[in-house]
């Protein structure tokens, strides 16, 4: 009885950080899926979805409910055990992630030591998921996508963990509060700007956005590693596409853009966390917004700019970094 | 190595300056027309298919029914009726009919028609269910435009 005592409010904790994270993975879906599409529809000058509700603004649940109503093909030769663990490997990891996210000084589900660690370490599952998915599928199509989602997320994983390092020699810690509690009067974005444009590019690689989006370049894979995927399956992936991209960019909003700091809002315990979010979105939005400007780049302009230029002034300026924190 | 940071700050120059389109065009007016709900003005010299002519002068149209452009008509598709009538100089127009399905829209019977009773519409809106559909009555048209 002492121990379930002491165990049941950890265990409470567990369930409503896991329930909040569905929700935020949910809802972020749903805002981003619509915000994307009608944003697409303005950069090029269309209105976007407009039939479904005002504006089209319930236009994503109906085609969540379209989604699920249609059935799950699993092509003739495929690896079916492989094909069907591929979308849930890709969507179940989110969650994590979101646990240790320090969205105010209050409302974070635990500070780990090692939050940052966490973090990557069940980022990099995903790129599991799309080998999987895209090697199950027995479409060459889906193994061309694949392949390249994986040499792509290795070679840019490094960049981005050597800017992210920069900042974790600064702070002396992995701990996402206390990074995001040590930019109380700079943000690192003004001390590290370049391991900043460093993370910002790793981030869209890592997240398979145009336009670095050759694992699934529709123009010359149809869709890439989700090619045979239809129905829940195919959404999974998007859902776990988008909630990368949440992930991703609060970790930039921890580690560059002082976390929760801004200015108090009046009467409100939690403008932290609107803060926090507002910012989040903001970098969304720049991932959109970028999306809807650039080519997609070839495989070897994307190799030689990962390997040539990230890597190396990464290097420098972590180098820099440890020369000036030991100096000062 | 000038070529390698050359290329980076051009590179970069260039995705700013592109950034700088797509944020210009993000804040720009639509221009889709959302077709059924609003629609363009159609320009005049639109050639849609033919119409009997309003005249100004007597409120109906200009037909005589001479038949230059029954006659005239590569396809066959248009039928003019006409009868004489006590009091009326000439004949008056009782039936004048444009099988579209067959039209081809070459206009020989706008340039043939000896009044300039006949014109292009501008009616291009033109889906329909059935080949009756395309059987337009042009005098009733006209009458209708009154």
């Given at each position: 009885m002492e121990i379930l005592n002491s165990i049941l409010p950890e265990l409470i904790r567990i369930v409503i950080c896991a329930?909040?994270?569905?929700?935020?993975?949910?809802g972020n879906a749903l805002v981003m899926g619509y915000a994307e599409r009608k944003l697409a529809g303005h950069f090029m000058l269309r209105p976007g979805p407009?039939?479904?509700?005002?504006?089209?603004?319930?236009?994503?649940?109906?085609?969540?409910?379209?989604?699920?109503?249609?059935?799950?093909?699993?092509?003739?030769?495929?690896d079916k055990p492989l094909f069907m663990l591929a979308p849930i490997l890709a969507f179940a990891p989110v969650f994590i992630p979101l646990l240790v996210i320090p969205f105010s000084d209050?409302?974070?589900?635990?500070?780990?030591?090692?939050?940052?660690?966490?973090?990557?370490?069940?980022?990099?599952?995903?790129?599991?998921?799309?080998?999987?998915?895209?090697?199950?599928?027995?479409?060459?199509?889906?193994?061309f996508g694949a392949f390249r989602s994986v040499a792509q997320n290795v070679a840019y994983e490094i960049p981005m963990l050597i800017s992210l390092l920069a900042?974790?020699?600064?702070?002396?810690t992995f701990s996402l509060r206390e990074i995001a509690a040590a930019q109380s009067p700079v943000w690192?974005?003004?001390?590290?700007?370049?391991?900043?444009?460093?993370?910002?590019?790793?981030?869209?690689?890592?997240?398979?956005?145009?336009?670095?989006?050759?694992?699934?370049?529709?123009?010359?894979?149809?869709?890439?590693?989700?090619?045979?995927?239809?129905?829940m399956s195919f959404s999974l992936f998007v859902l776990g596409e988008y909630a990368?991209?949440?992930?991703?960019?609060?970790?930039?909003?921890?580690?560059?853009?002082?976390?929760?700091?801004?200015?108090?809002?009046?009467?409100f315990e939690y403008?932290?966390?609107?803060?926090?979010?507002?910012?989040?979105?903001?970098?969304?939005?720049?991932?959109?917004?970028?999306?809807?400007?650039?080519?997609?780049?070839?495989?070897?302009?994307?190799?030689n700019f990962c390997w040539k230029y990230l890597i190396p002034f990464s290097l420098v300026n972590l180098l820099i970094t440890v020369v000036m924190v030991k100096l000062i | 190595?000038?070529?390698?940071?050359?290329?980076?700050?051009?590179?970069?120059?260039?995705?700013?300056?592109?950034?700088?389109?797509?944020?210009?065009?993000?804040?720009?007016?639509?221009?889709?027309?959302q077709y059924p709900r609003e629609k363009l003005e159609i320009t005049p010299n639109y050639r849609g298919h033919i119409d009997l002519v309003k005249d100004p002068e007597n409120g109906s149209h200009k037909c005589i029914t001479c038949g230059s452009c029954m006659r005239e008509c590569p396809s066959d598709c248009i039928v003019i009726e006409g009868e004489k009538r006590e009091g009326v100089k000439g004949k008056v127009l009782t039936v004048f009919t444009l099988d579209f399905t067959k039209c081809s829209l070459c206009g020989a019977c706008v340039e043939a028609c000896p009044t300039d009773a006949l014109d292009y519409s501008n009616e291009y809106e033109l889906a329909g269910e059935a080949r009756s559909d395309f059987y337009f009555d042009i005098l009733k048209r006209v009458e209708e435009r009154k």
């Open positions: 329930v909040c994270g569905a929700v935020i993975v949910f407009m039939e479904v509700g005002f504006h089209g603004i319930i236009q994503l649940v109906v085609d969540g409910l379209k989604l699920m109503g249609k059935q799950l093909v699993v092509p003739a030769k495929a209050k409302l974070q589900g635990f500070d780990l030591d090692v939050g940052l660690l966490l973090i990557l370490a069940v980022a990099s599952i995903n790129v599991l998921a799309i080998l999987i998915g895209g090697w199950g599928s027995n479409n060459k199509y889906s193994l900042i974790v020699f600064m702070t002396n690192f974005v003004i001390l590290q700007p370049l391991a900043f444009l460093i993370y910002i590019v790793a981030m869209v690689a890592e997240t398979n956005r145009a336009p670095f989006d050759l694992p699934e370049a529709e123009s010359e894979l149809t869709a890439g590693f989700h090619t045979e995927y239809s129905g990368n991209m949440f992930i991703v960019c609060s970790i930039a909003t921890v580690f560059f853009l002082g976390g929760d700091s801004g200015i108090p809002l009046p009467y403008s932290g966390a609107i803060w926090f979010l507002a910012k989040v979105y903001a970098l969304m939005f720049f991932l959109v917004w970028i999306r809807w400007t650039y080519p997609r780049t070839r495989f070897d302009q994307l190799m | 190595m000038k070529s390698y940071f050359s290329e980076l700050f051009t590179g970069g120059w260039s995705l700013i300056l592109g950034l700088k389109v797509t944020i210009k065009s993000l804040f720009s007016p639509i221009v889709t027309v």
